[in-house]
């Protein structure tokens, strides 16, 4: 998911490969240590129940930053007028 988006984020951050680099090892290992937790969530509540109320988490989270009036970039972190 995040390797496609890298020469655009690249692009509009200005960031170099080292850099690039960085981001995706912070994703792919985020990803990994998520594997165990969310495999014992899914033993405990069920498969179905974590899927939906990720995919409802997802979607609010979607509609939150999509309500948002910033279009996405840097400025986006230092806050929009």
Do not use: N
């Amino acid at each position: 998911m995040l390797s496609p988006a890298l020469g655009v984020i690249g692009g509009e951050w200005d960031l170099d490969e080292a850099k690039l680099g960085l981001i995706s090892s912070a994703f792919f290992f985020a990803y990994a240590g998520m594997q165990i937790p969310t495999g014992l969530l899914a033993d405990r509540f069920g498969k179905k129940g974590l899927l939906v109320s990720g995919l409802i988490l997802f979607a609010a989270a979607t509609t939150a930053r999509v309500s948002h009036h910033c279009r996405p970039g840097p400025q986006y972190l230092a806050g929009c007028s």
